[in-house]
Structures are given as structure tokens and as C-alpha cells.
């Protein structure tokens, strides 16, 4: 059982450098706005949206753990100002670690222009309705971007199975074979 956690800022590529690694593994994908996008219509983004999304996904998460599947590619937002978000993906990483699984953390990193192009690309608009508002997106975007670290600072993360990738000039493709390289999936 593995799973890999792709993480960085909005429009980074997160869920498109997923489905290129879900074609090329047995792992699926599962972006974290799937459960946004199922729950936004009724809740808008406020604590009550993020407090079902994020029981919706934990259940997910504790029944692919101990299913016979190969595991899960997970996408998501990581601020790394805050402790609520160091642990949960703790808590996350115990889920799957208790059932003798693998984690393996991948980081995104581009420059904030690319990203702003990469918000409005069909990919994105297609599987994420709630980023459809370009203006609010980007908005959104912005203040994300002025009110928490969403990059890690040289080694602040110690495991293993991490790596870093600036992807501001790479593909989807490029992006996933070289994870599925570097940990060898």
C-alpha cells in the first residue's frame, strides 16, 4: 500500500501531475477537490464544507488503507504556518503507516505567474467548477499566497520519500516520471 501525497500552492499542477501518475502506476488518483467541488454547491468554502470534506476523506483514506488496492495519489494545499495542517497530514500518514503502507511526499513548487496561467488552463476549469470564477480564483490565490508559506524551507521535511520538484518549466509528464523514478513505483 502506498501513498503519495502531492502538495503546493493552488494551480501549482497538483491534480494534472496526478492523472499523469495515475496512468503510469497502479496507484488512483484522488485530488482533494473532489470532495471541495462535491460539498461546495451546499456549503460554500466556509468550516462547515471543510469540516465534512475533511471527514469524507479520512474515512476514504482508512477504508483504501485497509483495502487490497495498491494505494492513492493525494493532492492538497499545505500551509506550512500552521500546526493544524503539520497535523493532519500526520494524522494522515498514521492512517495508512498503521497498516504497514508507505508515504511518500511529493512537493510542487512554480513561479506565481505560471500558476496564474496555469488557473485558467480547460484541465483545471474542468475538474475543479469552484476555480470556474477566474477572478475569484485568483483572488483566492493571492490571499493564500500573502497569508500563509505555502513552500517549504530547505529541509523541513525529514522523511525518506520526499522530494522536490520546481515544475514551472516541466511537464505533467516529466513531473510524474520523475516520481515514479525516484521512488521507484
Request: hydrophobic letters at 35%; one cysteine or more; a negative charge.
Amino acid at each position: 500500500m502506498k501513498l503519495i501525497l502531492i502538495f503546493g500552492p493552488q494551480a501549482v499542477g497538483k491534480m494534472t501531475v496526478g492523472h499523469e501518475l495515475e496512468e503510469i502506476t497502479e496507484l488512483k488518483l484522488f485530488h482533494n477537490h473532489m470532495t471541495i467541488e462535491l460539498l461546495c454547491p451546499f456549503l460554500g468554502f466556509g468550516p462547515e464544507m471543510w469540516e465534512l470534506s475533511n471527514l469524507f476523506r479520512q474515512k476514504i483514506f482508512e477504508a483504501v488503507s485497509k483495502s487490497d488496492s495498491n494505494g492513492l495519489i493525494f493532492t492538497f494545499v499545505w500551509a506550512f504556518d500552521s500546526k493544524e495542517d503539520w497535523d493532519y497530514v500526520e494524522n494522515v500518514c498514521e492512517t495508512f503507516e498503521g497498516k504497514g503502507g508507505e508515504v511518500y511526499f511529493v512537493e510542487l513548487e512554480a513561479d506565481f505567474d505560471e500558476r496564474i496561467e496555469r488557473n485558467k488552463t480547460p484541465h483545471r476549469l474542468e475538474h475543479k467548477p469552484s476555480k470556474r470564477n477566474i477572478e475569484q480564483s485568483e483572488h483566492r490565490m493571492r490571499i493564500a499566497t500573502e497569508n500563509h508559506r505555502l513552500n517549504t524551507y530547505e529541509g523541513e521535511i525529514t522523511r525518506k520519500n520526499y522530494i522536490k520538484l520546481n515544475n514551472t518549466n516541466l511537464t505533467p509528464v516529466e513531473v510524474a516520471n520523475s516520481i515514479k523514478e525516484k521512488f521507484r513505483l
